[in-house]
Every structure is written in C-alpha cells, then in structure tokens.
C-alpha cells in the first residue's frame, strides 16, 4: 500500500488534501513531535484550533520541516469566547503569531454557540470574510454547525463556506447533513473518524479487514474517504499514524461500504455534544 492523497477542489480555488493530521489533546512536546513525524511521514494537511492550546508548538514544528510553506495546508479554529468582531481579529493574530504563519489556509467558526451573542452569527462571519480579503487567511467555514446554523450564512453571507467539520463515523454517519454541506459547495470534514476506537471492536468491520487485508482502523477511514469527507485522525504513536496514512492501496466494494453503513445508530451515535446545547466557553 502507499499514500497517494487526493486533494478535493474547495469552493473558494483552492484545494485541501483529503487526509490529514489531527491534533486535538496533543499538547507540549507531543504536539510538536507528533507534527514533526506526521510531516516526515508525507502528512501535508495539519489540523489544530485554538480551543487546543497547541498553536505555538504546531508553529514551532512547521518552523523546524524542510518542507515549503505552500506544500502544507494548515487549518485553525476560533475559540468560543472570540466571536466578537475585534476579538475575533485578535485571537487569528495570536494564532498567526502562535503558528509562525502569515496565512492559514482554513479558519473555522468552532462551534455555533446559538445561545450567546444574541444568537446571530452574521458578525462573526463578516469579520471571516474580512480575514480572507485582507489575505490572513485563505478559506473560511466552521464546524460542528446543522443546517439552520448555516442558514443564515449561506442567505446572507458574501463568501460561501468552505467547509463544514462534524462529528461523522459509522456509528453516526450524518447523512442528512452532509447531504445538505454537498448541495451547498461545501466539503465535510469528519472528526471523531473512528469514533474514538469504539467502532474497531466491530465484527463487520473486522470481517471487512480480513477481507480486504487490511486493519480496521484503515477500512473505516477508507470507507470516509469513500463517502468524499475529508479525515484527520489524530494517532499519539508512530506506527499508528504511519497505518493509519495507509489507507490508499485498497478499495472498499459498494457492498462492503453497505455493510459499514449499516453500523449507523442516527442521533444515538453521537459521541460530543449536540451543537444546539454546547455552550462551554
């Protein structure tokens, strides 16, 4: 097997690798090390976000890689406090600064937070779509937003979402919303891909592994590669993220990706917090 990863056409030109580096909870040095190796092993699309405190030793591990700044594509996220406007601005400053980065090429919206900021996310938007003019940031979306959050994005908005980054495995596949994030342009992004190792243990999917030769790890991200969702599984080992970038020496049949669909338990899937009740800030 080898690593030949599509890039996926986003629709504001430019383009995003299908399959990343995820590093939610890797703090310290193992943020740093854990990007250093991801890159080494041929990763070029590095996910992080401000709500992870992790920026400065990303920054540093993207400073440290021979690799030029163009080959790497690099997303964060706006912390849930930093929806106003100027705070907005400020916090991409520190998270530029944090990154060693002039741009980033994705800046999300984290979480909607319906319930604070009177409940509009127009301002926030507008001050996204700013950062795109001014050149700070290349592609802007959110994440963990339903369809009547972006509603209002889409109705009012100058520039469309890019991409829009929910919880999505085979224990809550999401099809509705990603039905939706594809007949508006937007690509979907899949976090929690194997639903925190839970989905391993699965008989199917371990049938599927036998089958195909490969680990149950590798069928579920292939079979999110399949469904056209970009992924970035965070692994805190070596190995676990060399196996896991293998993933593209094989194909799943329409029947195999039926058995996988099958494992969908709807809204009781859910492993995080539904996006209309999470509030923390």
């Given at each position: 097997?080898?690593?030949?990863?599509?890039?996926?056409?986003?629709?504001?030109?430019?383009?995003i690798p299908q399959f990343g580096f995820g590093?939610?909870?890797?703090?310290?040095?193992?943020?740093?090390?854990?990007?250093?190796?991801?890159?080494?092993?041929?990763?070029?699309?590095?996910?992080?976000?401000?709500?992870?405190?992790?920026?400065?030793?990303?920054?540093?591990?993207?400073?440290?890689?021979?690799?030029?700044?163009?080959?790497?594509?690099?997303?964060?996220?706006?912390?849930?406090?930093?929806?106003?406007?100027?705070?907005?601005?400020?916090?991409?400053?520190?998270?530029?600064?944090?990154?060693?980065?002039?741009?980033v090429d994705l800046f999300l919206i984290h979480?909607?937070?319906?319930?604070?900021?009177?409940?509009?996310?127009?301002?926030?938007?507008?001050?996204?779509?700013?950062?795109?003019?001014?050149?700070?940031?290349?592609?802007?979306?959110?994440?963990?937003?339903?369809?009547?959050?972006?509603?209002?994005?889409?109705?009012?908005?100058?520039?469309?979402?890019?991409?829009?980054?929910?919880?999505?495995?085979?224990?809550?596949?999401?099809?509705?919303?990603?039905?939706?994030?594809?007949?508006?342009?937007?690509?979907?992004?899949?976090?929690?891909?194997?639903?925190?190792?839970?989905?391993?243990?699965?008989?199917?999917?371990?049938?599927?592994?036998?089958?195909?030769?490969?680990?149950?790890?590798?069928?579920?991200?292939?079979?999110?590669?399949?469904?056209?969702?970009?992924?970035?599984?965070?692994?805190?080992?070596?190995?676990?993220?060399?196996?896991?970038?293998?993933?593209?020496?094989?194909?799943?049949?329409?029947?195999?990706?039926?058995?996988?669909?099958?494992?969908?338990?709807?809204?009781?899937?859910?492993?995080?917090?539904?996006?209309?009740?999470?509030?923390?800030?």
């Amino acid at each position: 097997m080898g690593h030949s990863i599509a890039l996926l056409p986003l629709n504001s030109g430019a383009s995003i690798p299908q399959f990343g580096f995820g590093t939610y909870k890797l703090t310290g040095q193992d943020a740093y090390d854990g990007v250093r190796d991801a890159l080494e092993l041929g990763y070029r699309h590095i996910d992080t976000a401000q709500m992870y405190g992790n920026e400065a030793e990303v920054g540093r591990a993207l400073a440290d890689t021979p690799l030029a700044r163009e080959e790497i594509f690099v997303t964060s996220k706006l912390n849930n406090p930093n929806h106003e406007p100027d705070v907005a601005r400020e916090s991409l400053q520190r998270s530029l600064e944090d990154l060693q980065l002039d741009y980033v090429d994705l800046f999300l919206i984290h979480w909607p937070l319906p319930m604070f900021y009177g409940g509009d996310i127009m301002p926030t938007w507008r001050a996204m779509e700013s950062f795109v003019d001014e050149g700070l940031v290349r592609s802007i979306g959110v994440s963990n937003f339903e369809a009547h959050h972006l509603a209002p994005i889409l109705e009012q908005g100058r520039i469309a979402p890019a991409v829009n980054q929910i919880e999505s495995h085979p224990y809550f596949a999401n099809r509705e919303l990603h039905r939706f994030n594809a007949e508006h342009g937007i690509i979907t992004e899949a976090w929690a891909p194997l639903a925190r190792g839970t989905v391993l243990g699965e008989p199917s999917i371990t049938e599927i592994a036998r089958e195909v030769g490969a680990r149950e790890s590798q069928v579920v991200l292939r079979w999110a590669l399949q469904r056209g969702d970009v992924v970035f599984p965070k692994a805190s080992s070596h190995e676990r993220r060399a196996d896991n970038l293998d993933v593209s020496g094989f194909e799943l049949s329409a029947e195999q990706m039926a058995r996988i669909d099958a494992l969908d338990h709807g809204e009781a899937g859910r492993t995080g917090k539904h996006p209309d009740v999470m509030d923390r800030m």
